[in-house]
């Protein structure tokens, strides 16, 4: 009989983005094969104390106290650093990772955006640190595109003497829409307001459009 337990000999990498899918495939193997290894092995043992308190019996009788003793004896097999423990440590590392990139990502993208919106701001005249600041600018954009979304619509539809659809309307019969400055629809059976979608670079391209409520 094989005696001897047998340990997973792989290293783990004290920084464990080193480690790649390969490798947790090695790991995998290597202790399933160790596992199996020492399930044999255990099972050989297993065979082996009952035989030998078969013998006891034999020797000292079924209610001697060495029988006893031998039948109360445990054979265990020995503990090592499982893979999944392994893995789960690679896996949280890989997340905390990707996290942190997509963290950077995303600074640098408001960074840009936050440039894009002051020179948008210094082009119309406004002052940083006066009209606005780093923390505000976004904001600050934003609201006076939607301001001047407004007017510039409203200014179209005046002078087309336009209507426009505008959510909601579905309610109405008959209705010709919304001239974009009334408070109500043309049929007068809802009320309706200028409303946009709430995004962080609205001040790029402008979107409006009436909303009945």
Same mark, same amino acid.
């Given at each position: 009989?094989?005696?001897?337990?047998?340990?997973?000999?792989?290293?783990?990498?004290?920084?464990? &983005?080193?480690?790649?899918?390969?490798? &947790?495939?090695?790991?995998?193997?290597?202790?399933?094969?160790?596992?199996?290894?020492?399930?044999?092995?255990?099972?050989?043992?297993?065979?082996?104390?009952?035989?030998?308190?078969?013998?006891?019996?034999?020797?000292?009788?079924?209610?001697?106290?060495?029988?006893?003793?031998?039948?109360?004896?445990? @054979?265990?097999?020995?503990?090592?650093?499982?893979?999944?423990?392994?893995?789960?440590?690679?896996?949280?590392? =890989?997340?905390?990772?990707?996290?942190?990139?997509?963290?950077? *990502? $995303?600074?640098?993208?408001?960074?840009?955006?936050?440039?894009?919106? @002051?020179?948008?701001?210094?082009?119309?005249?406004?002052?940083?640190?006066?009209?606005?600041?780093?923390?505000?600018?976004?904001?600050?954009?934003? $609201?006076?595109?939607? *301001?001047?979304?407004?007017?510039?619509?409203?200014?179209? &539809?005046?002078?087309?003497?336009?209507? @426009? !659809?505008?959510?909601?309307? !579905?309610?109405?019969?008959? #209705?010709?829409?919304? !001239?974009?400055?009334?408070?109500?629809?043309? #049929?007068?059976? =809802?009320?309706?307001?200028?409303?946009?979608?709430?995004?962080?670079?609205?001040?790029?391209?402008?979107?409006?459009?009436?909303?009945?409520?």
């Amino acid at each position: 009989m094989n005696d001897k337990w047998k340990y997973p000999q792989y290293k783990v990498p004290s920084n464990l &983005l080193d480690v790649t899918d390969e490798m &947790l495939m090695e790991w995998d193997k290597e202790t399933c094969d160790c596992e199996e290894h020492n399930k044999k092995i255990k099972s050989d043992l297993i065979t082996l104390k009952n035989k030998i308190i078969t013998e006891a019996i034999f020797i000292w009788g079924e209610k001697s106290n060495v029988v006893r003793y031998l039948q109360k004896q445990s @054979i265990h097999t020995p503990s090592f650093s499982y893979f999944d423990s392994n893995k789960d440590r690679v896996l949280k590392a =890989r997340d905390e990772e990707r996290k942190r990139i997509l963290n950077v *990502d $995303t600074n640098n993208k408001l960074i840009e955006l936050q440039g894009k919106a @002051i020179k948008y701001l210094i082009d119309k005249g406004k002052v940083i640190n006066i009209d606005f600041t780093i923390d505000n600018v976004l904001s600050i954009a934003n $609201t006076i595109a939607y *301001d001047e979304a407004i007017a510039a619509k409203q200014k179209e &539809l005046t002078e087309t003497q336009s209507y @426009i !659809d505008f959510n909601g309307s !579905d309610n109405c019969e008959n #209705c010709a829409g919304w !001239d974009g400055t009334s408070r109500r629809c043309q #049929c007068g059976n =809802r009320r309706v307001g200028w409303d946009s979608h709430d995004n962080a670079d609205f001040f790029l391209e402008p979107y409006i459009y009436g909303e009945a409520w």
